[in-house]
């Protein structure tokens, strides 16, 4: 087991996050496609934290939450740029562990309507085992857990439990329901999100969890098609809310509509039809920014946007 880098601090968080953060290098292409009958394509690569803890955790501090990242990073120039950039952002890293591994990385092909070909390299997420007595110090003083699929943060989940947390599990793009790998934290979950990238219509998918666990709540992110929403008997379509705003990157959308919905419903006690529109809000906004973390949207932006669409 890895030690964290830094002495816990007994201190409550509305949320902590737990997954992966890390460097994501989007590639830009020119054209309309990768061209594979010449060697060079020239494109325009950034570099930037990211990934689904680092959207999530970054998304909760945007919107003035004290926050937590439970994680790990390599004891390399991005493990120590992600550790600082966190430090001054006040979101607190105590149980960001070294992953001997390194620091996990993506490389995401974008196209021009802001669609993405993700390459993920996780680095040591499957066999990586955190300090569980850290862990707990940390959730301990929590009202939420955001986790995301990263292997390790399955051992998580009984002492998320075992605190009485509510747990929100995103679980990406699925591909079956039976996926074994997803099933601990389908099980687990309080609210499931999840990215109905792969199927033509989430609905029998939220159908079938909810009949499963009719106290869970379940979200499909569905891109421009918007989301649609299972809880108890009831499933609702929520369209893209109108905002005037480019789709110019659609890397960390289903992470913001997670966390705008979670802050609003959870933490501020919004209802259900108005936290989704939050998290909508914060999807939307999310995908006019090009390559960054940085810059996401901050509670007051939101609120505004929120008042305007719900205006009469």
């Known amino acids: 087991m890895e030690s964290p880098s830094a ?16 460097i994501d290098t989007n590639i830009y292409l020119p054209g309309e496609d990768i061209d594979f009958s010449v060697e060079a394509n020239f494109t325009q690569n950034v570099d930037y934290i ?3 803890g680092g959207y999530a955790c970054r998304a909760y ?40 591994s390194g620091t996990a990385r993506s490389v995401n092909f974008m196209y021009h309507d802001g669609r993405r070909k993700n390459f993920y390299d996780g ?47 995103d679980v990406q793009d699925m591909t079956r329901l039976d996926d074994p790998y997803r099933q601990d934290y389908l099980h687990a979950a309080d609210i499931v999100f999840f990215s109905a990238v792969n199927q033509d219509s989430p609905d029998a998918w939220i159908r079938a969890l909810v009949e499963a666990n009719p106290d869970q709540i379940v979200i499909a ?11 108890a008997d009831d499933m609702v379509h929520f369209p893209v809310p109108p905002m005037n705003l480019p789709v110019i990157d659609s890397n960390g959308a289903g992470d913001l509509l ?15 039809e108005d936290s989704v529109l939050r998290g909508q809000i914060a ?4 995908c006019s920014l ?3 973390t940085e810059g996401l949207i901050r509670e007051e932006e939101l609120n505004r946007y929120h008042a305007n669409l719900r205006a009469p």
């Open 61 to 100: 501090r945007s919107l003035g939450k004290r926050t937590a990242m439970i994680g790990r990073v390599g004891d390399d120039i991005f493990g120590q740029e992600i550790r600082r950039t966190l430090e001054e952002e006040g979101i607190d890293a105590s149980a960001l562990f070294v992953d001997r």
């Open 283 to 286: 999807a939307r906004h999310v």
């Open 258 to 272: 997670a966390a705008g919905f979670l802050c609003s419903y959870i933490l501020d006690g919004y209802s259900l």
């Open 221 to 231: 992110g569905m891109g421009a098609e918007g989301c649609t929403v299972g809880i």
């Open 123 to 169: 680095k040591g997420h499957m066999t990586f085992e955190p300090d569980l007595a850290v862990c707990r110090k940390v959730l301990a003083g929590a009202r939420l857990v955001h986790v995301n699929l990263a292997n390790w943060t399955r051992h998580l989940l009984p002492i998320a439990q075992e605190l009485d947390l509510v747990i929100a599990c």
């Open 7 to 22: 002495s816990v601090v007994s201190r409550t968080f509305d949320v902590v996050v737990l997954g992966s953060i890390g």
């Open 290 to 292: 090009k390559g960054t």
């Open 50 to 52: 990211g990934q689904a």
